[in-house]
Every structure is written in structure tokens, then in C-alpha cells.
């Protein structure tokens, strides 16, 4: 099956993650910090070709408590 890698700009937050059928994953990552992070989701299917990196800017208002 196909797999996804999240990335916070350069930093690797998460591997390996499951892609159903559909084409569908979820995943919930660590708190982040303030400021602007760059997430970004790299995909691998069962034949190895990488897809592009979808990147989302997000910007925490307030601190995780």
C-alpha cells in the first residue's frame, strides 16, 4: 500500500503512515510551538514513485496546554 512522511519544514514529524484504498490517511501530530510551521505530506506508493509535497502553512494563536 502507498504511505505518507510529514515534514515540519526539513524535520520529519512523522513516517510510514497508512493510506487506505481511497487514498485517505489521518494522523494527528505533537502540539506545535508559536509561529509559522511549514507542514508539508510526501506520499510513496506501492511501486516507490514519490508524489510532491503538499505544503500548509499554519500558524498557532496560542500555546498548547
Do not use: C, M, Y
Amino acid at each position: 500500500n502507498s504511505s505518507v512522511d510529514l515534514f515540519n519544514g526539513n524535520i520529519e514529524i512523522a513516517s510510514n503512515i497508512a493510506v487506505n484504498d481511497q487514498g485517505n490517511w489521518i494522523h494527528t501530530i505533537s502540539p506545535l510551538g508559536l509561529g509559522t510551521h511549514s507542514i508539508s505530506a510526501l506520499s510513496t506508493d506501492i511501486a516507490g514513485n514519490l508524489s510532491s509535497k503538499i505544503i500548509n502553512n499554519i500558524k498557532p494563536s496560542r500555546k498548547a496546554s
